[in-house]
């Protein structure tokens, strides 16, 4: 399977901040991650499919990059409403596995 | 607009069966595969299961597979998942979700599983 690790585990930031989340892959996985945000209560979101494509209706203050082994999530003058746990995925073998999230928070 | 509504999820005893569904709208429902993703409490997410656009292909990890079971009826655009031999480690809330090529861009909102004695 391969396993896919986020990190931080949890990052506290200053509205204003622009932030970076990262997802490793155990093996190579070309840009089939995709990136979900989770509020508290409430359903996943895609925010980013295939490492770096936009999604209709998100904010443009998040972008996403990388291929292989390593992404990086980019979230730009973060606002309070991005308080959220932040999920990659892949789909490049199966079974599908998701990364532990990284949790956002706001100082 | 997409909606998807799970439904059946409840309190049951390891061991025994449930059987949840997922009601969609919005959407025609047979162009899309489909799938389950669970979150345990506090925990993150789990791909449960996918099925093809006719049903005639699915996808299970290895912690499920052999007591879960992935349906559909394109007719009344539902989705299923029949559980067997439930275990405790299956306390989760089970998301339904439309498949956008590989990702998901659509999940229902959710309906709790509780697995014990």
């Known amino acids: 399977d391969i396993v896919l690790t986020q990190s931080p585990t949890t990052l506290s930031v200053t509205p204003g901040e622009t932030v970076s989340l990262s997802c490793r892959a155990s093996h190579s996985i070309g840009t089939n991650l995709h990136w979900y945000q989770q509020k508290t209560n409430e359903s996943p979101r895609l925010l980013i499919k295939y490492a770096s494509q936009s999604i209709s209706g998100i904010p443009s203050r998040f972008s996403a990059s990388g291929s292989g082994t390593d992404f990086t999530l980019n979230i730009n003058n973060v606002e309070f409403d991005d308080v959220s746990s932040y999920f990659c995925?892949?789909?490049?073998?199966?079974?599908?596995?998701f990364g532990g999230g990284t949790k956002l928070e706001l100082k | 607009e997409v909606q998807l509504v799970e439904s059946g999820g409840g309190l049951v005893q390891p061991g025994r069966s449930l059987k949840l569904s997922c009601a969609a709208s919005?959407?025609?429902?047979?162009?899309?595969?489909m799938a389950w993703v669970r979150q345990a409490p506090k925990k993150g997410l789990e791909w449960v299961a996918t099925?093809?656009?006719?049903?005639?292909?699915?996808y299970y990890p290895d912690s499920v597979k052999g007591r879960f079971t992935i349906s559909r009826d394109n007719a009344k655009s539902s989705l299923y998942l029949q559980m067997n031999s439930l275990k405790s480690e299956d306390t989760a809330t089970y998301y339904c979700?439309?498949?956008?090529?590989?990702?998901?861009?659509?999940w229902g909102q959710g309906v709790m599983v509780t697995v014990s004695s």
């Open positions: 099925i093809s656009t006719s049903g005639s292909r699915t």
């Open positions: 979700a439309r498949h956008l090529q590989l990702p998901f861009d659509y």
């Open positions: 995925q892949q789909t490049q073998s199966w079974p599908r596995t």
């Open positions: 919005g959407f025609t429902f047979s162009n899309y595969y």
